[in-house]
Every structure is written in structure tokens, then in C-alpha cells.
């Protein structure tokens, strides 16, 4: 099984940066997708940042030119750089393994709190 481990979460001012990690078990490769999604309380948990085994990448509008996702294939570690925050992307970050199809799964990290003050 994959397992994911994440840290780097913590509490900034505004327009503060922090780098979220997110270890895997196994190579990072065999996801179709590695993934960073957030949820604030009371709200629905969306995907923010998406990276594939080809280095294709999606952002959610919101994050657009602020965050970045990242691979170290040696490591097996995905990042995400998140720059210039704001108190709205307050929330709590989880990393995912995605993969279709045969052999396909869907695995989780256990979250990681990332709190922005104004």
C-alpha cells in the first residue's frame, strides 16, 4: 500500500510562503496523479494543485501564480510552494495518490494545518 506523510504545515502572516511536503511510500510515478487539496470548515475539500507522471500540472484558479507543485523523484516527495498566502487559503492541506483503471487507488495523507492571519 501507499502511505503519504505530510509536513511543513504551520501559521504565517499574509503574503508570508510555506512549503508543504508530502513523502510517499513508493514511487510517485506510478500515480496517475499527485495531488494537493484543501478544506476549510463547513466547506467542501477541492483539489488546489495536481501534477501528473509526465510533469503536467493543473491549479485551481485561486491559486494560480501563487502556488507551485513540485516532484523529487529521488525522494519521492511531491511539494507544494505556496506563495504570497492569504487568510483564504486557511484550511487544513491533504496530499493524494491517485491512479485508474487496473490496480487502481486512491490514497490519502492525514492533513496538514495551514492557518494565514491577516
Known amino acids: 500500500q501507499v502511505q503519504l506523510v505530510e509536513s511543513g504545515g504551520g501559521s504565517v502572516q499574509a503574503g508570508g510562503s510555506l512549503r508543504l511536503s508530502c513523502a510517499a511510500s513508493?514511487?510517485?510515478?506510478?500515480?496517475?496523479?499527485m495531488g494537493w487539496y484543501r478544506q476549510a470548515p463547513g466547506k467542501q475539500r477541492y483539489l488546489v494543485a495536481r501534477s501528473t507522471r509526465v510533469g503536467s500540472t493543473n491549479y485551481a484558479d485561486s491559486v494560480k501564480g501563487r502556488f507551485t507543485i513540485t516532484r523529487d523523484g529521488v525522494k519521492n516527495t511531491v511539494y507544494l510552494q505556496m506563495n504570497s498566502l492569504k487568510p483564504e487559503d486557511t484550511a487544513v492541506y491533504y496530499c493524494?495518490?491517485?491512479?485508474?483503471?487496473?490496480?487502481?487507488?486512491?490514497?490519502w495523507g492525514q492533513g496538514t494545518q495551514v492557518t494565514v492571519s491577516s
Open positions: 493524494n495518490a491517485k491512479k485508474y483503471g487496473a490496480g487502481s487507488y486512491d490514497y
Open positions: 513508493g514511487s510517485i510515478f506510478s500515480s496517475d496523479y
